[in-house]
């Protein structure tokens, strides 16, 4: 396996990580989704070297997860814009802060909210068949070809 | 914002990156959550430099994810066995799994099993308070500090 195959590693996760592994870009994908568009912003909020922040964007955009589109209000200025695909991101976000919290942090400095009942949460996994929350042991990962648990 | 100092962020994502953010990392995890737990077998299975593979089994036990325990079977072997913190883990490899079978494969090369009722599974982040799904658009992450959406 090289880094630079993950596309093609026969592996979901490795293919995800051929997406937004690279250093960096998982943090440009908070800043799309606290609604931080532009590239100004990022390297504002981001410290990063423009180069870098540069070509995370271009491969965001090649994999279909940013769009970037002209800023309506001004003239040559652009905005880079979380598609259906990028939004649908948010959960491995999420679980990550959600681990961070727990095991990086004296005390959260981030609370989740869910709008639909307006209450403040730690999202958790589930079994969309049988309704309880998946428990860590509880899952095991078999592929295709093989019996592998994860 | 620097990326060796992730650590000290004040964002859970951030701090959670400075522990699983570098190359290689979450698939040195998937295979330790496959049961491959020696340094040959994940050099066999990822096939990254043995220097790469050693610096990041070393962080991965100074962040308390893994530890290395000496092999009862066989003198002289170790093996890097994740901890609860590790297992922890688990939810954000089993959302990137989820988000690479929808988007970065023509059909699922693995299937998640939910071992308390048997069923196959596509995992789902879910609200503990009202136990809804949780929709892409039904969360916001706020600062303590400051109104930021996630």
């Not at 880094?3 to 051929?18: F, G, I, M, N």
């Not at 309506?72 to 649908?88: Q, S």
């Not at 919290?101 to 639909?116: G, S």
């Not at 996994?125 to 093989?146: G, I, S, W």
Request: glycine residues 6%.
């Amino acid at each position: 396996m090289k880094w630079d195959e993950l596309k093609t590693e026969p592996c979901s996760v490795a293919r995800t990580l051929s997406v937004i592994g690279e250093k960096w870009t998982i943090l440009i994908l908070r800043e799309c989704f606290r609604k931080n568009t532009r590239f100004d912003g990022f390297e504002a909020a981001l410290g990063l070297p423009r180069a870098v922040l540069s070509a995370r964007l271009k491969t965001l955009q090649e994999d279909g997860v940013l769009e970037k589109k002209i800023n309506p209000e001004h003239a040559g200025r652009f905005d880079y814009i979380l598609t259906k695909k990028g939004r649908d991101l948010r959960p491995v976000l999420l679980t990550m802060l959600a681990w961070g919290d727990q095991y990086m942090m004296d005390k959260p400095t981030m609370i989740v909210k869910h709008t639909l009942c307006g209450c403040d949460i730690v999202p958790e996994l589930y079994c969309p068949k049988c309704q309880n929350k998946l428990e860590a042991e509880e899952t095991r990962v078999v592929e295709v070809t093989q019996s592998s648990p994860l």
